[in-house]
């Protein structure tokens, strides 16, 4: 798919080593047999799209970010497959979701999105007064309605 309007992260956007920030990250591992762990520059990709369409870079940074080199220390991306039937068709889709694993509660993160909002703690250097759903249990992160999303970046979840 080509498309020529730029994304935030193309266009100039501040490169930001996520290794570089203290993170709580414990390195946990998901030792189940259906999911897959993901490179770091794929968690990177999905990290920075989903930080520039969700208003969290502006939050954090003040401009749209593309995140380099690593990802948070202790953290990492899984994709967990799971079969979906299709009615009268004995064939299956695979399809998955994403997953963060690494949080201190030892709870994975059941998408990138919700993981967001606990790195926007990470960077500012503020664990302690984390709202993401596994810190402070309110339900899925909101998003920042004061920035402006691009609306050519389709939205993952």
């Excluded at 897959?36 to 920075?48: C, D, G, I, M, N």
């Excluded at 953290?75 to 079969?83: A, P, V």
Aim: with cysteine; charged share 15%; proline share 10%.
């Amino acid at each position: 798919m080509n498309n020529s309007t730029p994304t935030p992260a193309a266009s100039g956007a501040q490169e930001i080593d996520l290794s570089q920030y203290t993170s709580d990250g414990t390195g946990q591992e998901c030792m189940n047999l259906i999911t897959v762990a993901q490179s770091s520059e794929t968690f990177l990709e999905h990290l920075t799209h989903i930080f520039n369409t969700r208003g969290y870079a502006m939050t954090a940074f003040g401009r749209y970010v593309n995140f380099v080199n690593s990802p948070p220390k202790g953290y990492t991306e899984y994709w967990r497959h799971r079969r979906v039937v299709l009615p009268d068709d004995p064939q299956y889709l695979t399809i998955g979701d994403l997953y963060v694993y690494g949080h201190p509660s030892k709870k994975p993160f059941k998408s990138v999105a919700r993981f967001g909002q606990h790195l926007v703690s990470i960077v500012l250097g503020d664990l302690d007064n984390c709202r993401c759903v596994l810190c402070d249990g309110d339900g899925p992160p909101p998003q920042n309605p004061q920035y402006p999303v691009d609306p050519t970046v389709p939205v993952m979840h």
